[in-house]
């Protein structure tokens, strides 16, 4: 159980465009779900927490404006990176929790290059 | 403020041997730590968690060791296999609070 599906795996965007990622959960409800971003070498740095039927919550530092997040249900949440550019690529990963212990399930990420 | 550290990048060892990865903490308010386990351009997955409340939790060949009053936790894998090769994140969350804080990972590699 606790399955997180994260689409697409990976994304080529010209510059100036937008793109969505997709964070779904298959087999529970997920109130929260979290937006992670990953740069080579480096630590999971959370972006957002994403909350169900209300405005996402953004880490200090994360444009809310270029990195918009919807949760419109209890099973989907949608990051979608807007007018992209180069630097904004990078390993995007979703998850999900039902219970904290048991740990967060995450997705199989998604590999944004932005050309 | 690096609230989780690793400080080993990487970490190599034979197989059949134990491997211990370390994880500190600066955050006494963390209620809870959780290791996982990630390979290339894949999301992490989860490995073993314990509670603030216990020092010690073990799953096979994985056992996780809380030392709150030195604010460390390491993982031990034993016996090492080579598909234990890997980045292995350790991460913390606060109470009531559902995001979690990352250490850099640490890359383990098992030789042969």
């Known amino acids: 159980g606790a399955v997180v599906s994260q689409h697409p795996s990976r994304v080529i965007c010209k510059s100036g465009t937008s793109v969505k990622i997709e964070c779904r959960s298959l087999?529970?409800?997920?109130?929260?779900m979290f937006w992670y971003r990953q740069f080579p070498k480096q630590s999971l740095m959370l972006m957002a927490t994403?909350?169900?039927?209300?405005?996402?919550?953004?880490e200090q530092g994360v444009e809310k404006d270029k990195f918009l997040i919807n949760h419109a249900s209890l099973t989907l949440s949608t990051l979608t990176v807007t007018s992209a550019h180069p630097e904004d690529s990078s390993f995007y990963i979703c998850?999900?929790?039902?219970?904290?212990?048991?740990?967060?399930?995450f997705g199989s990420g998604t590999r944004l290059t932005v050309v | 403020d690096q609230q989780v550290k690793q400080n080993s990048p990487s970490l190599s060892v034979q197989e059949g041997r134990i491997s211990i990865l370390n994880c500190d903490y600066t955050?006494?308010?963390?209620?809870?730590f959780l290791w996982y386990k990630k390979y290339p351009a894949e999301g992490p997955t989860f490995l073993i968690s314990?509670?603030?409340?216990?020092d010690k939790n073990e799953d096979g060949r994985f056992t996780v060791f809380l030392n709150k009053s030195a604010k460390h936790l390491s993982l031990h894998i034993v016996p090492s296999q080579p598909g234990d090769s890997a980045v292995y994140f350790c991460?913390?969350?606060?109470?009531?609070?559902?995001?979690?804080?990352f250490g850099q990972g640490t890359r383990l590699t098992i030789n042969p």
């Open positions: 991460a913390a969350g606060g109470k009531g609070a559902q995001k979690l804080v």
């Open positions: 955050n006494s308010m963390f209620d809870y």
């Open positions: 998850s999900a929790s039902r219970q904290q212990l048991y740990g967060y399930t």
């Open positions: 314990i509670s603030s409340i216990k």
């Open positions: 087999d529970f409800q997920a109130t929260t």
């Open positions: 994403s909350n169900e039927g209300s405005k996402a919550t953004y």
